[in-house]
């Protein structure tokens, strides 16, 4: 008889996402009162009724038993968007952005990103890995367990390398799942020319990156003064060839085309899109590239927040994550799902599965972690909460008790 691994029992909750059958964005999202889990090999055996499941796969013959009473388990977070490796701090252009400065003008001042660039490329191998283990370790305390991370504040061979080196060896050691993209045309380096910048990154850092192979996809900052649609589209083109798969961050500040590139590469999601039309969101939809909303930014930079409404409407799956990065100093996706309810008119059950299943497929995982069925990966929160509607309920406090990745605890 195989090994039962763990068991999770009495459960307030369990919210049970599963593969939905398309008819809305919360479907296949079933909330089983009394609920139980059960796991073996690292793989979720059985999810149902809290009686049934412990007759069957009874507690005390498992490994590791969990009384959920008064408790809701649901899937860890997928966290499909963020720039977690970096050093430096930037917590003084919060204050400037308080006092009316735009994200552009810290910009063009030489902060922003290119600041976060110069700290990154000062900082050892040790402290780049050791910055980004530590926001792992309050991601996963906020329930995350597979989360993308980006390169991009190199913009060189070399510290683009080193940070996805660092990626890759925060991947061996934590517990979370890592993914990594990346992102060497995230801004055009102080003193290059876009277009001579371009090239380098065709020419020099894709090659070296792809030799590596220590990166999945390939993301660009398609945005007024940073990328065009043009130069974006030969990097995408690019990496595609070497074996990247796209993304595009695309129409955060202004409308400029890059969702239609994303579309039109065949890209796997393109992301912020506070600025995307309904074509543009139907082109989307055609290509099968998921739309990745951000209302943590939009927060953060006191903007409109994109139009979940309108493209959940238009039966597109929106994904959500945290974009956390010096400018979005959010770890949490469960306050994401708080702002996609209050900033975005989502519902608690379209924002969860947008937190999980659907920010899966936006790392091409579709038939990964982010669900609550048998046979997927044994990845899931035990929350202090008796139900998935507090994640989002509750704002500024963290409801995440207990985190099991592949059926182990990792965080308790
Ligand atoms: O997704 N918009 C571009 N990149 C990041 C911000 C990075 C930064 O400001 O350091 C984003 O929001
Ligand atoms: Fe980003």
Not at 12 to 17: D, G, I, K, T
Not at 85 to 108: C, H, T
Not at 286 to 305: I, K, Q, S
């Amino acid at each position: 008889m195989t090994d039962l691994q763990l068991v999770v029992h009495d459960a307030s909750e369990v919210a049970a996402v599963r593969d939905g059958d398309g008819s809305s964005a919360s479907s296949g999202l079933e909330p089983i009162d009394d609920g139980a889990v059960a796991v073996v090999d690292g793989e979720i055996e059985a999810v149902g009724d809290s009686g049934a499941i412990t007759r069957e796969y009874p507690p005390e013959n498992a490994e590791t038993a969990i009384d959920a009473t008064g408790r809701t388990v649901q899937p860890g977070f997928v966290d499909p968007h963020t720039h977690a490796v970096f050093a430096g701090d930037r917590s003084d252009e919060f204050e400037a952005k308080l006092q009316g400065k735009s994200y552009q003008e810290i910009m063009a001042e030489g902060g922003g990103i290119l600041r976060t660039v110069r700290a990154t490329r000062e900082a050892d191998d040790e402290t780049l890995l050791a910055n980004l283990l530590d926001h792992l370790d309050v991601m996963l305390a906020h329930g995350s367990t597979t989360v993308e991370v980006k390169s991009g504040y190199g913009l060189d061979a070399e510290t683009e390398l080193r940070m996805l080196e660092a990626i890759e060896r925060a991947d061996e050691r934590h517990p979370i799942d890592l993914v990594a993209t990346y992102m060497g045309a995230h801004a055009v380096p102080e003193g290059s020319d876009a277009d001579e910048y371009v090239d380098e990154v065709i020419d020099e850092q894709l090659p070296t990156v792809a030799d590596q192979g220590i990166a999945e996809f390939c993301d660009v900052f398609c945005e007024e003064d940073v990328f065009s649609v043009e130069q974006s589209r030969r990097i995408l083109e690019a990496g595609r060839a070497h074996g990247l798969a796209p993304k595009v961050h695309a129409e955060e500040f202004v409308h400029l085309g890059g969702t239609q590139l994303a579309a039109d590469v065949g890209a796997t999601s393109a992301d912020h899109l506070l600025h995307a039309t309904t074509d543009d969101v139907r082109a989307l939809i055609d290509a099968g590239t998921v739309p990745v909303l951000l209302p943590g930014t939009a927060f953060g930079l006191r903007t409109e927040y994109a139009d979940a409404r309108g493209m959940l409407e238009e039966g597109a799956p929106v994904a959500l994550a945290t974009d956390f990065n010096p400018n979005c100093y959010s770890h949490s996706m469960g306050y994401a799902t708080t702002l996609a309810c209050v900033g975005m008119r989502m519902t608690p059950a379209e924002a969860l599965v947008a937190a999980t299943r659907t920010a899966a497929a936006a790392i091409d995982r579709p038939d990964g972690p982010g669900r609550l069925e048998v046979g997927a990966p044994a990845d899931l929160c035990v929350l202090d909460a008796p139900s998935h509607v507090h994640v989002p309920y509750s704002f500024g406090v963290n409801r995440v008790d207990t985190v099991v990745k592949d059926g182990e605890v990792v965080h308790e």
